[in-house]
């Protein structure tokens, strides 16, 4: 009895002792959106694996979604390689909860033999979550008692909120070796200013490696709106995915001025995400002999038969206005909610649609 009280306490003493020196390095994003979202977050795995395993180790759904966060091309191989310790984005679904944003119960974990929950947090999720995250999230009582078999909701970290008045992409990027806050600013155009306040930093020289920071990504503008089944659907630069069951292909480039580039995916009936569409249904703009993704220019305004979202039984489509003469330097640090770039009357038509939408519901 004696010799099982002294290894508990061992136990304990060696989660507390983690605790101490992890405190500093829980990834936690603030988060008060009342609406779900999508989120990125960096995965480097411990060994040489594939990008099949690490899509089932986090249960992304779809593999054209996983593919498309990478900007991998569509005709990938599950089974290509991923060697130890190159670094991939993740994509899952954010909710916010208590003021944080946390993965929206995904992904679950099955402990396997010879696991601990500082394992799991370690090495398997590779610091994405500290063990206390995991053991408060799945309301475990003493962290060191978890059983084969045992189901764990992973608590990735993630925020569907908006920056300085602009819906971006959060991104979990996990800090390098020897990286600054004023490189990692440099390399996704986002001001050194916004990931201190966004992160809690006080002072820049106490960044460390392996830590998780919020990076508000730039989204590409659109006119989807917000009564489509996949608002707010926001893309960063150089990625795509696939939306409308799998009917309509959306990218972001910043080359496009940031303007969210839909077309038809021409992919197989059987991709079809629901079962209630057989086929893909018609995407004209109303009104016009215009496709979705036909554009046509004049002078310096391109015309554009625009994707604006879906509902169970029809995809929208709108016609957008974008002037591509060079203006005003670019906001380097969050997407136009409005489509600024130049997605104008048109948008505001759409906008006017939905409110009006909006208040046939109140009433």
């Known amino acids: 009895m004696a010799s099982g009280s002294g290894t508990m306490l061992f136990r304990l003493l060696v989660f507390s002792a983690i605790a ?14 009342t609406s779900k979202c999508r989120s990125l977050i960096d995965y480097i795995p411990p060994n040489a694996t594939t ?30 390689p991923l060697p130890a ?36 947090a370690e090495i398997t999720f590779a610091r994405l979550v500290t063990f ?40 979990g990027h996990l800090v390098e070796t020897g990286s600054s806050v004023s490189a990692i600013a440099g390399r996704y155009n986002v001001s050194e200013e916004t990931i201190l306040k966004l992160n809690g930093i006080a002072d820049a020289r106490s960044l460390q490696a392996s830590q998780v920071l919020d990076i508000p990504l730039r989204a590409c503008s659109s006119v989807i ?17 696939y939306t409308a069951n799998n009917c309509v292909l959306c990218q972001c480039d910043a080359a496009k001025k940031f303007v969210l580039d839909c077309k038809p995916s021409q992919l197989n009936p059987s991709s079809l995400k629901s079962s209630n569409w057989s086929s893909c249904p018609a995407m004209a703009c109303e009104g016009s002999s215009f496709l979705l993704g036909n554009s046509r220019s004049s002078g310096c305004n391109t015309t554009t038969c625009a994707y604006a979202g879906f509902s169970k039984q029809t995809i929208f ?10 203006g005003p330097a670019d906001n ?10 130049g997605l104008n009357l048109a948008y505001l038509v759409a906008l006017t649609h939905v409110l009006v939408f909006r208040l046939l519901l109140i009433q």
Do not use: M
């Open 332 to 341: 380097p640090n969050g997407a136009s909610r409005t489509g600024s770039e």
């Open 132 to 171: 206390q995250q995991i053991a408060t999230a799945n309301r475990i009582p003493d962290p060191s008692k978890i059983e084969v078999g045992q189901e764990l909701w992973i608590p990735l970290p993630c925020s569907c909120d908006e920056v300085d008045g602009n819906r971006v992409v959060h991104y």
């Open 51 to 80: 990008i099949a395993a690490v899509q089932s180790l986090f249960q992304v759904k779809h593999f054209l979604s996983f593919l498309g966060a990478n900007n991998l091309p569509t005709n990938t191989s599950p089974s290509l």
């Open 225 to 241: 709106r917000e009564d489509s089944i996949d608002f707010p659907f926001l893309l960063s630069n150089d990625t795509y995915d």
């Open 317 to 326: 489509t709108n016609i957008s206005t974008l002037n591509t003469c060079p």
């Open 85 to 120: 310790s190159q670094k991939i984005k993740v994509p899952f679904n954010c909710k916010c909860t208590n003021g944080t944003g946390l993965s929206d119960k995904r992904p679950i974990y099955k402990v396997q033999s010879g696991d601990s929950l500082d394992k799991i």
């Open 20 to 33: 101490t020196v992890s405190v500093a390095l829980q990834p936690r994003f603030n988060c008060s959106s």
